[in-house]
Nanobody
Framework: QLQLVESGGGLVQPGGSLTLSCAASGFRLETYSIGWFRQAPGKEREGVICIRSSGIRTTYEESVKGRFTISKDNAKSTVYLQMNNLKPEDTGIYYC???????????????????WGQGTQVTVSQ
């Protein structure tokens, strides 16, 4: 059964750090690109960052450049999102998603992804 499960969210103060995990099962992580999206309260979901099957990384959201890092461990079938210097505007539900086809390139658009996790809440507040 193909599944993506996010974890690691929580409440953190501004300037703090969190590491989100996306555990993949039912397919070979090393052959698919995985993206992280987020949805802030009252806003549409947006693409944040992505890692290709080859390991090449692309950051889509300008506001997270230099603060967020994506990585993966194929042996553990897990993708990570390291978030540093968190800001209140980073608050939202964070989702990981798998692109539609093996070795398909990363994309910031939801239509490029076919499987999604259930999301994990990140709240940045004093």
């Amino acid at each position: 059964q193909l599944q993506l499960v996010e974890s690691g969210g929580g409440l953190v103060q501004p300037g703090g750090s969190l590491t989100l995990s996306c555990a993949a099962s039912g397919f070979r992580l090393e052959t698919y690109s995985i993206g992280w999206f987020r949805q802030a309260p009252g806003k549409e979901r947006e693409g944040v960052i992505c890692i290709r099957s080859s390991g090449i990384r692309t950051t889509y959201e300008e506001s997270v450049k230099g603060r967020f890092t994506i990585s993966k461990d194929n042996a553990k079938s897990t993708v990570y999102l390291q978030m540093n210097n968190l800001k209140p505007e980073d608050t939202g539900i964070y989702y990981c998603a798998r692109v539609r086809a093996p070795d398909f390139y990363c994309s910031r658009y939801e239509s490029s992804y076919d499987y999604w996790g259930q999301g994990t809440q990140v709240t940045v507040s004093q």
